[in-house]
């Protein structure tokens, strides 16, 4: 097994103004580099988890807590929002709630958060024009942030995030604002940077995508850790459709197929080798 970069210890979340809590008794690890997915209904604890992970709860959600969040073995309480963000980047499932809104131009957001590290400012801008073009917003460097459409807040969101170059990226539902084939270009980029070996934690509704691209699964069940494993045997299970979420259409396919020609093959959940397998069975 791998370094664990990201350790959550029986912990427990109640937002101050709620009854029920949010995450309840929640432990897990995620190992360094790889891809964790985080699935579940909604209000199953999805963000707040998220929230945890990069320290936004405790130190700017108010409640109450019990249990560990461990960022590189460092407790999260113990942290800074500030010396977390170094080690963590976070894209928010609203990207407007992301912006600075103190940045005159999409430029000076970019860099906003390289301000308070020294930077030389030749370095600087070779850093804003690098993920700029990354994200395709090259174009809209000299306009105001607040006159771009949403998709653009959120590859602006996505390029602040980056070039801080942390080691662990926190994705809450991050292209909500994005068409299918802008989000896929993102989601590229993101299977790019975690093949360099920086650690995705990624919370998202479509489980195809999450089977293609998963190492890990959390499911998430009204604040509950559901079941934590990998994307074979979680959605393998017959029982995980009792926890509020979907499953790949291609597990449907296969387990339809399983049955009805009665193979011993494994369920498969993505697109190859569930074609594979209809090859197999029909004997092409
Ligand atoms: N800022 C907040 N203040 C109070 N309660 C909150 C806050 N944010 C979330 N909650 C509550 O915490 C619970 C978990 O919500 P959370 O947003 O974490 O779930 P989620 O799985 O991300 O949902 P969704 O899929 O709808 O984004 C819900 O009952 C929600 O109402």
Redesign the pocket.
């Known amino acids: 097994m791998g370094k664990i970069v990201l350790e959550v210890r029986d912990f427990s979340f109640k937002?101050r103004?709620?009854k029920?809590r949010?995450l309840k008794n929640v432990s897990f690890q995620v190992e360094k580099g790889s891809f964790f997915c985080v699935i579940?209904a909604?209000?199953?604890?999805?963000?707040?988890l998220c929230n945890a992970l990069t320290g936004l709860v405790p130190h700017y959600?108010m409640g109450r807590s019990s249990g560990e969040v461990l960022v590189e073995g460092t407790p999260v309480h113990e942290s800074s929002v500030a010396e977390l963000s170094s080690k963590v980047g976070f894209v928010f499932?609203n990207p407007f709630n992301q912006l600075s809104y103190t940045a005159g131009t999409v430029a000076e957001e970019l860099a906003y958060g390289l301000g308070n590290r020294g930077i030389p400012r030749e370095k600087m801008f070779e850093k804003v024009e690098y993920v700029a073009k990354l994200m395709r917003i090259d174009h809209i460097l000299s306009k105001n942030p607040l006159e771009l459409s949403g998709g653009q807040v959120q590859r602006v969101a996505f390029g602040s995030a980056f070039i801080m170059e942390p080691e662990i990226l926190v994705l809450d539902?991050c292209t909500t604002q994005l068409d299918p084939a802008g989000s896929e270009e993102i989601f590229d980029i993101v299977k790019r940077l975690n093949q360099k070996g920086i650690t995705v934690v990624m919370v998202d509704h479509d489980m195809e995508r999450v089977a293609r691209y998963a190492d890990k699964i959390l499911v998430?069940d009204q604040g509950k850790a559901a079941f934590v494993g990998k994307p074979k045997s979680i959605f393998g299970d017959p029982l995980i459709e009792n926890h509020g979420i979907g499953i790949p259409d291609y597990v449907k396919l296969s387990r339809a197929m399983k049955q009805r020609y009665d193979t011993v093959s494994d369920i498969e959940i993505t697109e190859e080798p569930t074609i594979k397998l209809a090859k197999e069975v029909l004997g092409r």
């Open positions: 937002y103004q709620t029920r949010a579940g909604n209000g199953s604890g999805k963000s707040t959600f499932q539902e998430l």
